[in-house]
């Protein structure tokens, strides 16, 4: 799979436990739009996802999004 098909990086112990992925600024742009259901593949699992935008913590401009781990479907 080309980089242009794919975004890696390793997820936080916080991201694991409560279900989302944080997607830095920069990197957004490979995410389809916010609350469009799309499929994430991991090694050996998938799931429907969708991008959604949730408060920064005071101070904190690093993570402006994330994604949800879900079944899509609200």
């Given amino acids: 799979m080309s980089s242009k098909n794919k975004y890696s990086r390793k997820i936080s112990a916080k991201e694991a436990k409560k279900n989302f992925i ?3 600024k920069n990197n957004l742009s ?3 739009p ?3 259901v799309f499929v994430l593949k991991g ?5 429907e996802v969708k991008v959604e935008s949730f408060p920064a913590p ?3 401009q690093i993570y ?5 781990l879900s079944n ?3």
């Avoid at 402006?64 to 949800?68: E, K, V």
């Fill in 22 to 24: 944080f997607i830095l």
């Fill in 30 to 32: 490979f995410f389809p």
């Fill in 34 to 36: 916010l609350g469009e």
């Fill in 43 to 47: 090694d050996d699992s998938s799931c």
């Fill in 58 to 60: 005071a101070g904190d």
């Fill in 64 to 68: 402006p999004m994330n994604i949800t």
């Fill in 72 to 74: 899509g479907k609200d």
